[in-house]
């Protein structure tokens, strides 16, 4: 499975309402419609927060993520260059740690695998992860790496751009671009896991050829393969070579045409998805962003992502999922409710939703879908 688009603000809108957008023609797989709720607006509240104890999905197996932890600093101003910015809060994040994180609160068996630096930064990130309950035991420790921090400016809507890093160049003398590939914990890649990477790896070549052996024993496993094409250039020297380093991953993993299915997230726009049934029949639709009061959307698209993972748990796997367009359909409004709570505060991994957050934002979506 390959989730691809561009990770801003998903399931999130100020408008309420689609508007078009590149994000649709993008799409590799055939059959694009538009959902429903056309032109109708609600404006929905979201509670701070919940006390909840989330519930494994039966025959949920682990979800195995790879990639970075690191911390965003958010720039305290919005809508000025980072030369501008007078004060910066600092946020645990990493798209693959967002992921890691947000899928334990949700209730999911967790490993991250991840570098970290033995520095105070590292250990801030195994806390947070610690405290979500994801299982830290196959996380990396190179001598002398730090931890890997980044600068994030926003405009004056709240959305985010990154900046660049604490480190001169392309960041490849943090610990996350030493990831080995040796150490990886191949063994919890059964058929029911979930392999979740991204591709900023990818541009370090320790770190990414630990990328391809995970996701190639993942596929000869029978595991689900996740991979969420994230771009930011500020991670490349070269972007045109960037271009080819990420479709060649992605053969590993099931280059587009033979992917199992794809979602794009547009943030105001809503989420697109179309995926093929163990049958080979293709369901496929577009369904419409939350509208919220926006705050900050970094780790939107991760909630999202792990929304989707949790539907996918709750049906049985992506065979079940996929075979089905009414749990595709929810599955998909569900992610969208995950993303679009996540934005109503700031940082990527401490305004993640309960499980009992995104189910209440859910469950208002039945006025637009007919899931009931």
């Known amino acids: 499975m390959l989730c691809a688009g561009a990770n801003r603000g998903a399931g999130a809108s100020r408008r309420g309402a689609h508007q078009p957008n590149s994000a649709w023609s993008a799409l590799p797989l055939k059959s694009i419609k538009r959902g429903d ?33 690191l911390f965003d600093l958010i720039a305290d101003q919005k809508g000025v260059p980072r030369d501008k910015v007078k004060s910066w809060t600092p946020h645990a994040g990493g798209a693959p740690c967002n992921v890691a994180t947000a899928c334990a609160r949700l209730g999911l068996d967790v ?7 033995d520095d105070e930064l590292g250990e801030k990130l195994l806390d947070v992860c610690r405290e979500r309950g994801v299982k830290l035991h196959a ?36 610990a996350d671009a030493f990831i080995e590939a040796d150490k990886l914990p191949l063994e919890e890649l059964t058929p029911g896991s979930v392999l979740v990477t991204g591709t900023l790896g990818l541009s370090y070549p320790v770190t990414a050829a630990a990328l391809r052996r995970a996701a190639a024993a993942a596929k000869g496993a029978g595991s689900t393969v996740l991979v969420d094409v994230n771009w930011r250039p500020v991670f490349w020297k070269d972007t045109e070579e960037a271009k080819q380093v990420i479709l060649d991953y992605l053969q590993v993993a099931e280059r ?26 293709e369901h496929s639709g577009v369904v419409r962003a939350f509208d919220v009061g926006v705050v900050d959307t970094t780790g939107a698209g991760d909630a999202f992502t792990a929304g989707f993972v949790y539907k996918m748990a709750q049906a049985g796997g992506l065979d079940a999922l996929s075979a089905n367009p009414r749990l595709l359909k929810e599955a998909v409004v569900f992610a969208s409710a995950a993303g679009a709570s996540t934005c109503t505060r700031a940082g990527a991994i401490h305004a993640q939703p309960t499980l009992e957050l995104v189910e209440e934002l859910y469950r208002q979506s039945q006025k637009w879908y007919n899931f009931w």
């Open 37 to 69: 709720g056309r032109g109708r607006s609600a404006r929905l509240q979201v509670r701070a927060d919940a006390a909840h104890t989330a519930s494994k999905p039966a025959n949920a197996g682990t979800v195995v993520c790879i990639g970075e932890a």
């Open 139 to 174: 996380v990396q420790r190179p001598a002398g790496r730090p931890t890997r921090d980044v600068f994030v400016v926003r405009d004056a809507s709240g959305d985010r751009e990154f900046s660049g890093f604490g480190l001169p160049g392309i960041g490849e003398g943090y």
């Open 111 to 117: 490993t991250f695998v991840t570098a970290l630096g």
């Open 256 to 281: 587009f045409p033979s992917a199992r299915g794809v979602l794009i997230t547009a943030g105001p726009e809503g989420a697109a998805y179309s995926f093929r049934s163990p049958t080979k029949a």
